[in-house]
């Protein structure tokens, strides 16, 4: 009975763990790409939806939308906040990306292609955490460099 209880305690207490840094982080959860709102240049991948979530200490980011050269696109990261580069799977343009928190509601990320960065840029979430917005600088695959701005709303 006290090895049940102790189980559920600890179960508890790793499910409270992970709602409290889902909450204490603005990025988690599902956004989608306003394209109203949105300045995507041409040549530029367009991320139509982006999920942040939280999987252990870790967070995993899942990107779905239109590569730069016009064909559906997903990659997924899972990584940590710490400037650190960790693998990106699906992108052809990168081979890993880092993650650094400026302050409780801006991220700075770099994709690279082998030593090369591709995209660099900031996400921001807005004060009140209904919309983010994502400006980036890169060079796509055929050299031409690209700045573009994207809004997301939170689903």
Known sequence: MKARVFILALALCFVGAAVCFAAADPQI???KLNEARSKIAAGSPKFTTVVYEAVGDSVKVTVDGTGSDGKPAHNEWTGKYDGK????????NSDTRSYTKVNAHTLAFTNKKGDNVTISGRGVVSANGKTRTVTLNGTDPSGKKFTSSAVYDKQ
């Open 29 to 31: 959860g599902t956004w």
């Open 85 to 92: 580069d960790y693998p990106v799977t699906g992108d052809p």
